[in-house]
């Protein structure tokens, strides 16, 4: 998470301020991405793989004459492939000043989540993609887990991004 | 008298003419000897003059030498500076291990006094105790969403009444080992159990009974181990009965079983 961003989160929970959350769904667990990072949401279209991509890259779309790289999410959440839906969707976020499209099960809804209604996940794992968890919520009794998007690729890897 | 007084004057004025002018006098009067003596002096003196000079120029190099000493000392001191911090680093393992140590160090239990109650639950055959008086509670397994990057031990979270429990695979914690596929597929967990008032909950599939039990029936595990979760073992049963307050600091921790070892 970037400092700025962090200490708007750090504000936003003394204040309880009220946050929009994007929900999407990835083998029947919930998450959320922040409603200011989300561009938009599309539906499947055919994603154009790039010959010596990394892994996590499944290629790229053109979005209004623009060229967005998707990335895969189930793989980057250490789940295994599934088969493209009717509901599968890339949602279009900005992320790390770039742009790129993460692919998901399905969207939800956009909900609204009071700082004080997030908890900080158990502090146990060093695998890389437990860094991407910035919090969890019980949303109705279900729980949301809420997705750092900055921390889905490391540095170098947004450097990388960079050059498609 | 005017006139011996005139003659007194010039002796005096005679006499301090010629204190005035007494080298030239000595050397006029002096003998060859003496000027030889006065020559040697002279060379003596320049001798010594040279040797001073030559003794000074030798302490300036001297110094010079101090100073340049004092310049290999300070890099020899940055060095004692450098052991220092890599003594330090070698301190650092230590406290560490005190932390370690810590989490080791048993902190006197309630129920080590008298008989005491216990509850005995079963894991993939296993059969574990844990002291009524750290039961945080028993719940019904609910769905349990796991959390990506987590140890495999670390099952995921459960909302229990707007609570979230954080729940243990207590199979892949205990025995991760012995754990393969077929044993993972065959588990069937039930229960929660909560330890004490933390939001860990360890997997259980049967609740077998609670059971009173005397400090006899106990060997217990007071000397710090490689266990520090294991509180002692249930004679009759031969179980292990669990340290539930170092249990949640090495969950908190995210160690596994195999921390120490």
């Known amino acids: 998470m970037s400092d700025e961003r962090r200490n708007s989160s750090d504000k936003a929970k003394e204040n309880d301020e009220v946050l929009q959350w994007v929900t999407f769904k990835l083998e029947n667990e919930v998450y959320g991405i922040n409603v200011m990072q989300v561009q938009e949401v599309l539906r499947y279209s055919e994603i154009a793989p790039v010959p010596g991509a990394p892994l996590y890259v499944l290629g790229i779309i053109n979005l209004r004459g623009n060229v967005v790289t998707v990335i895969d999410t189930r793989s980057r959440f250490g789940l295994e492939s599934c088969d493209v839906t009717d509901n599968t969707r890339v949602v279009v976020i900005e992320s790390e000043k770039q742009v790129i499209g993460i692919l998901v099960d399905s969207v939800a809804e956009v909900v609204y989540l009071k700082a004080s209604e997030i908890d900080d996940a158990p502090n146990v794992g060093n695998e890389e993609s437990a860094q991407f968890i910035q919090g969890v919520s019980n949303r109705e009794g279900e729980l949301l887990i809420l997705v750092d998007l900055d921390k889905l690729l490391s540095d170098d890897e947004w450097d990388e991004l960079k050059q498609f | ?261």
């Open chain 2, 1 to 261: 008298m005017a006139k011996p007084l005139a003659a007194s004057k010039k002796v005096m004025k005679n006499y301090l003419s010629e204190l005035l002018t007494d080298d030239p006098v000595v050397q006029e009067r002096a003998s060859p000897e003496i000027v030889n003596k006065a020559k040697n002096n002279a060379v003596e003196n320049k001798r010594l003059e040279t040797l001073l000079k030559n003794v000074n120029a030798e302490l300036e190099i001297k110094e010079d030498e101090v100073v340049t000493q004092k310049s290999v000392q300070e890099p020899a001191r940055k060095r004692v500076l450098v052991d220092d911090s890599v003594n330090r680093v070698k301190v650092e393992p230590l406290v560490t291990h005190k932390s370690g140590g810590d989490y080791i160090s048993k902190t006197p239990k309630t129920y080590r006094q008298g008989d005491f109650q216990a509850l005995f639950f079963n894991v993939a055959g296993l059969t574990i105790a844990v002291p009524l008086i750290e039961l945080g509670g028993i719940h019904k397994v609910e769905k349990t969403t796991a959390l990506m990057g987590k140890p495999d031990w670390f099952k995921g979270v459960m909302l229990y009444r707007d609570e979230k429990i954080n729940v243990v695979d207590t199979a892949l914690w205990v025995m991760p080992e012995k754990c393969d596929e077929k044993m993972k597929s065959s588990l069937n967990y039930q229960y929660i159990i909560m330890l004490s008032d933390s939001a860990w909950g360890l997997s259980a599939e049967n609740l077998v009974d609670t059971v009173v039990l005397s400090q006899g029936e106990v060997k217990w595990l007071d000397t710090p181990s490689k266990r520090p979760w294991l509180a002692g073992l249930v004679k009759d049963k031969m179980c292990a009965l669990l340290d539930v307050d170092a249990l949640i600091q090495l969950l908190n921790d995210g160690s596994g079983i195999h921390q120490y070892d």
